[in-house]
């Protein structure tokens, strides 16, 4: 085999191993959520599918989640809004079902490398619903 061969296979092999996580390259294992009440000022926890608390913050927030909780494990999560006089409100985060469509790519360049091992195992497969959310607050009643 020449040297011009090996380096067109070289490259070749390089483009197929690099291209072949698709969702991987193009979203990542993390997910930015934007969170915000009505009215502001509420505090925000969130737990994972395995109840550990990941995020504790103040609206409006962004927070970024993992995708993914394990190997074709899609992540799931429960977002607790509560602040003084109101009700607690519970807003889960979960998999849309759909699925992340650069995971797509992998069957486009015959990854399956991306669609097998790499994208599972970083959960970049997966899209987390909603992605937005603006929790309207419901006063307590008194008396």
Do not use: H
């Not at 009505?38 to 395995?50: E, H, L, S, W």
Request: charged share 20%; aromatic share 6%.
């Amino acid at each position: 085999m020449t040297l011009k061969k090996l380096r067109w296979l070289g490259m070749s092999l390089s483009m197929i191993v690099g291209m072949s996580s698709c969702a991987s390259v193009m979203s990542g294992p993390n997910q930015k959520i934007t969170l915000d009440s009505t009215p502001q000022g509420a505090n925000v926890k969130i737990v994972n599918r395995d109840d550990e608390q990941v995020a504790n913050v103040t609206t409006p927030a962004t927070v970024s989640l993992r995708r993914g909780a394990g190997y074709f494990r899609a992540g799931r999560y429960v977002a607790t809004f509560e602040k003084e006089g109101y009700m607690t409100e519970k807003v889960p985060i979960v998999n849309d079902g759909v699925g992340n469509w650069w995971t797509m790519g992998n069957l486009l360049i015959g990854g399956l490398i991306g669609i097998l091992i790499i994208d599972p195992a970083t959960g970049a497969m997966y899209v987390l619903d909603p992605d937005e959310i603006n929790q309207k607050l419901t006063p307590v009643k008194k008396g």
